[in-house]
């Protein structure tokens, strides 16, 4: 599989990435399935939080299963989301960070962590906090880069400045959504990504099962699936203007002899920002197909005539 860099770090990834946000909710067999499948056909990066699996699941999953492997990956985690009902456990202040990593530490059986992101800004905490804290981190050997998500441009902007300025470590890479279906982050952060030279790693590539092709306009959600989950979350996406979208990327897909699937990954491949698209599988097949779809190699012609099929009134 093809690796690319995280932004300027040096650290290559696969560029197809495997998000671990199942796991703690799976029983840890199955994530061990999905976990032992990746590494088979040769999936590096390995994606989770402390919030995920109810707050330190799928951590916990995740350093049982690796085990011995973990030297082979790269395990990205995040902090930031609650972590207790009272607060206190949040952020991104110095002292906060200092107890996030070391619990995350815990939890994946190691003791580092390839790339540690803030899950979502701190509005309570000055950036330089917070990267000053990343920095002293990154010195101690206990992260070796670290990433932002869900960061407005703006911010960072602002916080690569304050990085410059005080010659502390900068993050290296963005984790946002990003998909066929919702492109808001092109007008501002996929700019600033390319003039910082990060690297952006999407996730909801699939916008959540839209562009799996498991669903067709006025039929009913197969029960099991995520949209049939989430309830009146999944009206988000389920508008009339992107199921007029779908119809057209599925017939291209199709005319190409490929899925509309296998079309979502190559689009987001095609893009010279990406590192590596998070994807999540809660069960190998899943991960075949993500895997098979990078295979597809999309011409400037194509990611035109795409663009032009999803753009929006």
Not at 107 to 120: A, E
Request: charged residues 25%; glycine residues 8%.
């Amino acid at each position: 599989m093809e690796k690319r860099k995280l932004g300027k770090s040096g650290i290559e990834v696969s560029v197809i990435g495997l998000g671990c946000n199942n796991f703690g909710a799976l029983p840890v067999e199955a994530s061990k399935r999905v976990v032992d499948r990746a590494i088979e056909l040769g999936v590096t990066l390995f994606d989770t939080a402390d919030v995920y699996g109810n707050r330190g699941g799928s951590e916990s999953q995740l350093g049982e299963i690796l085990g011995p492997r973990r030297k082979d990956i790269v395990l990205a985690t995040k902090f930031a989301m609650p972590m207790d009902d009272e607060g206190t456990k949040s952020g991104a202040s110095a002292a906060y960070i200092r107890q996030a990593c070391e619990d995350s530490l815990k939890r994946l059986r190691t003791d580092y962590i390839d790339l540690y992101q803030q899950h979502r800004p701190d509005p309570k905490t000055p950036i330089e906090e917070t990267l000053g804290a990343l920095d002293d981190l990154v010195k101690q050997g206990k992260v070796r880069a670290i990433g932002c998500s869900n960061m407005p441009a703006d911010q960072l902007t602002a916080a690569q400045d304050v990085s410059r300025s005080r010659h502390l470590a900068a993050y290296v890479t963005a984790q946002d959504e990003y998909s066929l279906l919702v492109r808001g982050i092109e007008s501002a952060l996929v700019p600033t990504l390319l003039k910082e030279g990060m690297g952006l790693l999407p996730y909801f590539p699939l916008a959540s099962g839209l562009l799996t092709g498991k669903y067709e306009q006025g039929k009913e959600i197969p029960a099991g699936t995520r949209y049939a989950r989430m309830g009146r979350f999944g009206e988000r996406y389920m508008t009339e203007e992107n199921w007029r979208i779908v119809e057209a990327l599925s017939a291209f897909a199709k005319s190409k002899g490929h899925s509309i699937l296998e079309l979502a990954f190559a689009w987001l491949i095609a893009n010279p920002t990406l590192s590596s698209v998070i994807a999540g599988a809660t069960r190998p097949e899943q991960v075949e197909q993500n895997i098979r779809a990078a295979s597809w190699k999309l011409s400037q012609a194509d990611v035109a005539e795409v663009n032009r099929l999803t753009s929006k009134a």
